[in-house]
């Protein structure tokens, strides 16, 4: 029988309502999170974790404002208002969401000068942050991902974990989305495209 993980990815403060950069109905699946947990062999919980000043936030650019696009030496980067900052109120999980369930939990975009969507590699592409080596290692070949927020960080991770070889399925209902500029459908498409699964 083949091992399977749920991937939690950013559920934190500044992700749902109130938050630096809220994802509309963010915290609405924290409770469906929480049961999915419960019925899981292995749960690993991402966090996204940047420095003060980090190279995606708009405020450390001069002249920029959130939601534009530049390039950066990886490719083209969305600029975020300032969230998630290293032991920030905003960074914390969300209150309800139940960590003690969590095998593993890995931080990402801790690299001040780069951003990182995905749990498995910085958006170089490249650089990974160790969680396809830990889940291989475990031998786990089948993922099911939720979290915040769809069109990104879910999106990013299952393309990279399908990449990897993983059977990725991605529990819609479980998600809520960013959906800037038409993102949602698009990452949808590009998901589908690569083989990983989406359901509800």
């Not at 390039?71 to 998630?84: A, N, R, S």
């Not at 999106?155 to 209902?173: C, E, I, M, N, T």
């Amino acid at each position: 029988m083949s091992q399977k993980a749920l991937i939690v990815i950013d559920v934190q403060v500044d992700f749902c309502p109130g938050g630096a950069l809220a994802v509309q109905g963010g915290d609405e699946i924290v409770a469906l999170i929480n049961d999915l947990m419960t019925q899981s062999q292995t749960v690993i919980l991402t966090q996204d974790w940047h420095p003060a000043g980090h190279s995606s936030f708009a405020s450390s650019h001069e002249h920029k404002t959130p939601m534009e696009l530049i390039e950066m030496p990886y490719g083209p980067q969305v600029l975020w208002p300032d969230h998630c900052v290293q032991g920030s109120p905003g960074a914390a999980f969300h209150p309800d969401l139940n960590t003690d369930k969590a095998d593993m939990i890995i931080r990402k975009g801790f690299r001040p000068h780069i951003d990182s969507y995905s749990a498995f590699f910085e958006n170089d592409k490249t650089t990974p942050t160790g969680l396809g080596g830990y889940l291989t290692t475990r031998g786990i070949s089948e993922l099911v991902m939720v979290g915040l927020a769809t069109d990104f960080c879910v999106a990013y991770s299952a393309l990279d974990a399908a990449k990897l070889g993983f059977h990725v399925r991605v529990l819609q209902p479980a998600c809520r989305a960013i959906d800037m500029d038409g993102s949602l459908v698009a990452a949808r498409q590009t998901m589908r495209s690569a083989g990983v699964v989406l359901e509800g």
